[in-house]
T-cell receptor, first 113, second 119 residues
């Protein structure tokens, strides 16, 4: 079962902030965040490995609440380049040596001038 | 770096024919690769896990006889869509996890994707 993200879509003006939430019905052992532009492959943003962890780069940051099985992505002072679809991802045991990455439902973010 | 190269970028084929998609890890070895499918305005859905030297494992609902996966070496995995039909038209993307040392920096890295159109 894939993680559920909210909101499904959000429209912002440049400079505004946004929060994207990711919630799982199963235990979250780590959380990945990716951004995908239309027709392109997802681009890695960050991984949070432990409950309580917060991490960020420039104006994009994320938090991970392991007990609540939730993670949030924070975009501050949004730029046009932030537009795209954001996916959280969680790991599940795979058929081989590497866990498989299961993507959330996605959040479409559109930043307007 | 952590680069995964995927070919072709797009392909148009006739209904009933087969199409092969290649995925190569260029600067790291990948004992495991993953294949995803993405329909318009939807999330990426994992289809199968490709394991070097052994059989692929498929997600529930994915036909293993239709989507043939071969992981011939530590750097190459292929997905063959057999007897393609219009409903197989989609965006197919491969992925691999880099080594432990670079994991926090690159996570799971993705190929550029293949847009398959079956007419």
């Amino acid at each position: 079962q894939q993680p559920v993200q909210s909101p499904q879509a959000v429209i912002l003006r440049e400079g505004e902030d946004a929060v994207i939430n990711c919630s799982s019905s199963k235990a979250l052992y780590s959380v990945h965040w990716y951004r995908q532009k239309h027709g392109e492959a997802p681009v890695f943003l960050m991984i949070l490995l432990k409950g309580g962890e917060q991490k960020g780069h420039e104006k994009i940051s994320a938090s991970f609440n392991e007990k609540k099985q939730q993670s949030s992505l924070y975009l501050t002072a949004s730029q046009l380049s932030y537009s795209g679809t954001y996916f959280c991802g969680t790991l599940r045991p795979g058929g081989g040596a590497t866990n498989k990455l299961i993507f959330g439902t996605g959040t479409l973010l559109a930043v307007q001038p | 770096g952590a680069v995964v190269s995927q070919h072709p970028s797009w392909v148009i084929c006739k209904s009933g024919t087969s199409v092969k998609i290649e995925c190569r890890s260029l600067d790291f070895q990948a004992t495991t690769m993953f294949w995803y499918r993405q329909f318009p305005k939807q999330s990426l859905m994992l289809m199968a896990t490709s394991n070097e030297g052994s059989k692929a494992t498929y997600e529930q609902g994915v036909e293993k006889d239709k989507f043939l996966i071969n992981h011939a070496s530590l750097t190459l995995s292929t997905l063959t869509v057999t007897s393609a039909h219009p409903e197989d038209s989609s965006f197919y993307i491969c992925s691999a996890r880099v080594g432990a040392r670079e994991y926090l920096r690159y996570g799971y890295t993705f190929g550029s994707g293949t847009r398959l159109t079956v007419v």
